[in-house]
């Protein structure tokens, strides 16, 4: 049989799919394509740029999308508990069949079946651009992080699929056809060393993802756009993406806001004639109270209370008193009124 000769990537726009259908339906493809040693940019540099992003091993690390496994794998390698997720059925029986010992779950990744805070590291590596429900997903990826945990992704840089280059020269023009800000569907056909695949996906601008991070409470630490390395360069017309970025990284994390509403020390609120040595401030008081949970409709006993510290910032949290707050309201009042 004769195989297909190699061909530049041809895109098609498409005016709908199911995105989840189509992975189900190439991924026999992908599977060949992917366990090609050395044959795509995962072997060549991608696979290797990323994993500087990734944090070190941890408690559960989700790979979220997981496919037919490989980066799975290589976590796993890497000292990793791996848990993956996909909806393909042919993609997890494929990860499954290269390494059984991977905890692997068939689920939609807008609909997670773990409990809150089930893992300290997730990653979602070039699977967001495949999912219709990429802001579901990015939910459910912070839902599922304990605080403190880490979200890295990947996805095809938007210009990337935003875009072609007009031909296979290093100094190619590169054109945007319509406009990048339009999300829309489109399937790139490759043909490759005798292997043919088919990629649908979705192109979104980078802000549908930063704001579906914002949305989700997560904080982007890192953004990077890398280049293609000279040493994954295997054909001349490779070098048109050290000019573009093929993808696109990012971490983020949970953001967390602390407000010290604490307000002035208690002798010069007046609850005090002055100033004493105390061995706990009042802020210290206030999440003392916080990590214990106290119902401000619950009779408080403090018997060993000494100034009163923990009964007067009781007494204002039942009060639902933020104190920096009503400064500020009085400071305002006090402006007006001089003012008049």
């Not at 939609?108 to 997730?122: N, Y």
């Not at 914002?214 to 293609?228: F, N, S």
């Not at 040493?231 to 953001?255: D, V």
């Not at 005090?272 to 008081?285: D, G, I, S, Y």
Request: glycine share 6%; proline share 6%.
């Amino acid at each position: 049989m004769t195989q297909p000769r190699d061909r530049p990537i041809s895109r098609t726009r498409l005016e709908s799919v199911d995105l989840a259908s189509a992975w189900e339906q190439h991924a026999p493809e992908f599977v060949a394509w992917a366990r090609k040693p050395d044959h795509d940019t995962y072997w060549h540099f991608h696979r290797d740029v990323f994993l500087e992003l990734v944090p070190p091993p941890g408690r559960r690390t989700l790979d979220l999308a997981c496919g037919e496994g490989r980066l799975s794998r290589d976590l796993k390698a890497r000292g990793h508990g791996v848990v993956g997720v996909d909806r393909s059925h042919a993609m997890l029986a494929a990860g499954r069949e290269a390494d059984a010992t991977i905890e692997t779950h068939l689920a939609d990744a807008a609909a997670l079946p773990f409990e809150d805070a089930s893992f300290d590291l997730v990653i979602a590596f070039m699977s967001l651009q495949d999912i219709e429900d990429f802001e579901g997903a990015i939910r459910e990826a912070a839902r599922v992080l304990e605080r403190g945990g880490r979200f890295c992704l990947a996805i095809v840089h938007p210009l990337n699929s935003a875009g072609l280059f007009d031909g296979r020269e290093a100094d190619s023009p590169f054109t945007i056809t319509g406009s990048y800000l339009d999300a829309h569907y489109y399937a790139d056909d490759l043909v490759r060393d005798g292997l043919e695949l088919t990629l649908v996906s979705a192109h979104r601008p980078l802000q549908a993802y930063t704001e579906a991070l914002a949305e989700a409470g997560l904080l982007i630490e890192r953004l990077r756009e890398p280049a293609v390395p000279d040493h994954a360069l295997r054909k001349p017309h490779s070098r048109r993406w050290q000019r573009l970025p093929l993808f696109l990284h990012l971490r983020g994390s949970e953001a967390r806001l602390f407000l010290d509403l604490a307000g002035e020390p208690l002798h010069r609120r007046g609850y005090r004639v002055a100033m004493t040595e105390a061995p706990l401030k009042e802020t210290l008081a206030a999440a003392v109270l916080a990590l214990g949970r106290v119902e401000p409709n619950q009779p408080f006993i403090d018997p060993m209370t000494g100034s009163g510290t923990l009964a007067i910032e009781h007494a204002l949290v039942a009060r639902k008193m933020a104190l920096e707050l009503l400064a500020l309201a009085r400071n305002l009042v006090r402006g007006a009124e001089r003012h008049e």
